[in-house]
């Protein structure tokens, strides 16, 4: 009597192909809501990360207007004003003296992310901006992005 125990038999080549069907099959489904979510995702962020730099040109451009008796950066300077030294009446220099001695209240001006760039004008509805900035009300905002203007 034989007593051998019968040979476990292996995937034949048809199990393994019908097994690589059925993994493309999976992998086709589930690939495309994975990118769709990643795509949501790196809006939120991207819209996360506007949100940080809006809020932080905000909030120095309040300390500029405490520092400068009501006044807000000039637009013509707002970006020599915001990351240079300035004496009380709005005058900038790249090193602190007795006089300038205000500021700098930004190292930089933030990129837009959903431009790349940091280009700031006073124009409302310029089609090549990055931010839009109004010396008279002191109202900062981005532009030329999907959420513009809800900002």
């Keep these: 009597m034989d007593t051998q125990r019968p040979r476990a038999q292996a995937f034949g080549l048809i199990e393994w192909l019908v ?11 589930a690939f495309p809501s994975l990118s769709s979510a990643s795509e949501r995702s790196r809006g939120r962020s991207r ?27 000039s637009r013509s ?3 020599e004003q915001m990351t240079l ?12 003296t007795d006089r300038f001695c205000l500021g700098p209240y930004l190292s ?7 431009t790349g760039s940091n280009d700031v004008v006073n124009e ?3 089609a090549s901006s990055d931010w839009f900035f109004d010396e008279q009300t002191g109202q900062f905002q981005a532009h030329n992005s999907p959420e513009h203007a809800a900002m």
């Design 19 to 29: 097994l690589v069907a059925l993994l493309m099959v999976l992998a086709a489904i």
């Design 47 to 73: 819209l996360s990360d506007l949100t940080v730099a809006l809020q932080t040109v905000r909030s120095q451009l309040s300390v500029y207007r405490k520092q400068h008796g009501g006044s807000w950066p």
């Design 77 to 79: 300077s707002f970006v």
């Design 85 to 96: 030294y300035t004496d009380k009446d709005g005058l900038v220099s790249p090193i602190r």
């Design 108 to 114: 930089v001006v933030p990129d837009n992310v959903f």
């Design 124 to 126: 409302p509805l310029a």
